[in-house]
């Protein structure tokens, strides 16, 4: 192996690791929130604030974070967001009240903001573009490690220690991280760098996206007509109109627009947004209905989706190579279009599904046609970058997909709240029901995908009662999915629309060719 392919491997895991960090965390740190509210306190609140404010700071500054790599350099805002992240961890670990981890929380997710753009970042600048492809699907799929090890470390350190070793596990994976990208990944070459940061846009753009961002995690709690959502929501839509106009005027923008002049950059981001809004959607509703409906437990839940993992591991990189050899279109039109299936297969999940006949096809084929997809995708949007704002570039794909997820459950989690109301009133109709089973039903109503309360209610009426809410479940729950594979469908149609495969220039005849060809 020459140097050269020692240190690209190298950079390349040093990407996976710092990744891998964000994701890990992310999904132990769930597992582990009600074991931080026995210890801490703070009730539901707590909770959700352990969860929302590193949501809010990670969304808010994605794309921030990326055009200061641009401007710093992305190896050096990459080593600076994992030395953070370490740090940060350590406050969340040693917090001695609910108020301070949420504290640390949110610097947790400043420092994610930017080591993720920058970790992308980096692969494209060590990776030549024909080999850019390949260790893009790589990096995705062994960063999904953390998504699937998640619940399952989070689970174990909390049964063998405590809610502390959850942060405090991420300590050894920041030092070697920060080891491995200190010998291998090259510092940025060329002249100096000249661009200075736009504070007047990354206030604006920060603000702006923290508005909508704070807006839609509230959403689920408070409802679309809360003060609480609309106010941040509408001012960070307007704060955001006002970053597209200082970025049309600034001599030296944050996000060049230019950027969505460029068909690929701009159809790409709108693909992602149909992708990402479609994967939450799924990851969402699935495992809530396997655990709320269909009675599973959380590890079995959370392991039914584990096989799209291991075929990203076997696949994502093999679909990247491929998409560097013959463009990434066909894959950015046919990958969402299998994936989409694959969930469409999930509406032949009823209230007591089987696993092996069920829920695993499914699973299977949406991993296959996810596989294909993400590698190209996140090139062809990279490829349209120049090298000086390939972290923008990065960050603006990376605030697509979180928004892309927010959207997708705040938008669409309205439609099956309502569709589960019908789908119980349709169940209760007609039936002679008790004061008590009546406010049973109602009490139901509000909790879409629940299991009701029948408790003290006469046998016949508790029945009536739980069968409506059982088959109002599996209707929302096929309404959610459905919704889910149409973005992927509609998201495979654009691409085939709106993607163009690079030109690739032809091999000059050689002497022997000109030869031949006079014969």
């Known amino acids: 192996m020459t140097a050269d392919a020692r240190a690209k491997r190298l950079t390349l895991l040093a990407c996976v690791l710092g990744s891998t960090i964000v994701t890990l965390d992310a999904f132990v740190v769930n597992v582990a929130l009600t074991a931080i509210r026995d210890d801490l306190g703070g009730g539901l609140a707590g909770q959700q604030w352990t969860t929302n404010a590193y949501l809010l700071t990670l969304g808010s500054l994605l794309l921030v974070a990326g055009s200061i790599g641009d401007v710093l350099g992305e190896r050096r805002v990459f080593v600076l967001g ?43 600048a060590v990776f030549d573009e024909g080999e850019r492809s390949r260790a893009i699907g790589t990096w995705t799929a062994w960063s999904g490690i953390g998504a699937a090890a998640g619940p399952v470390v989070g689970g174990w350190l909390i049964d063998v220690g ?14 070697g991280t920060i080891a491995i990208v200190l010998r291998a990944v090259p510092a940025a070459g060329g002249g100096e760098r000249t661009r200075r940061v736009d504070v007047v846009g990354a206030l604006l753009c920060a603000l702006g996206l923290g508005g909508v961002t704070f807006g839609l995690i509230q959403q689920p709690l408070s409802g679309w007509g809360s003060t609480a959502v609309l106010a941040p929501a509408a ?47 799924m990851s969402f509703y699935l495992t809530i209905f396997l655990q709320q409906v269909a009675g599973w437990d959380a590890l079995a839940a959370g392991a039914a989706t584990l096989p799209t993992t291991v075929v990203m591991l076997l696949l994502a990189g093999r679909f990247g190579g491929l998409a560097d050899r013959l463009g990434p279109r066909r894959f950015m039109a046919a990958g969402p279009v299998v994936a989409g299936a694959g969930m469409l297969l999930l509406l032949r999940v009823d209230a007591a ?29 990279l490829a349209d970058a120049d090298r000086d704002n390939a972290g923008a570039a990065s960050g603006t794909n990376n605030a697509v997909a979180r928004l892309a997820g927010l959207l997708a459950i705040a938008g669409v989690g309205v439609a099956v709240a309502a569709s589960f109301g019908a789908a119980v009133d349709d169940g209760v109709a007609g039936r002679p029901l008790g004061p008590a089973a009546r406010a049973a039903v109602a009490d139901v109503r509000d909790a879409p995908l629940g299991r009701p309360d029948v408790a003290g209610l006469p046998a016949g009426d508790a029945a009536t009662v739980r069968a409506a809410a059982q088959d109002a479940s599996v209707h929302a ?3 959610g999915i459905g919704v889910a594979g149409g973005l992927l469908l509609l998201g495979g149609l654009l691409g085939a629309v709106g993607i163009r495969d690079p030109e690739r220039p032809s091999p000059a005849p050689g002497p022997l060719d000109g030869a031949a060809a006079t014969r």
Request: charged share 10%.
């Open 82 to 124: 994992v030395a953070l992240f370490g740090v940060t961890s350590v406050v969340c670990a040693l917090a001695p009240t609910i108020e301070l981890l949420v504290v640390g929380r949110a610097l947790q997710g400043v420092a994610g903001a930017l080591l993720t753009p920058a970790a992308l970042a980096v692969i494209v």
């Open 353 to 381: 599904p089987d696993y092996v006949t069920e829920v695993l096809p499914a699973v299977l084929v949406f991993a296959l046609g996810l596989s294909a997809t993400v590698a190209p995708l996140t090139a062809a949007v």
């Open 235 to 281: 001012a960070g839509a307007a704060l955001l109109v006002a970053f597209v106009g200082h970025e049309r005027r600034a001599a030296d923008p944050m996000l060049p627009l230019s950027l969505f002049r460029r068909r690929n950059f701009a159809w790409g981001n709108v693909e992602t947004l149909l992708m990402y809004g479609g994967l939450a959607l």
């Open 162 to 175: 405590s809610w502390h070793w959850v942060f405090l596990i991420n300590v050894p994976l920041v030092l």
């Open 477 to 479: 729950f096929h309404v």
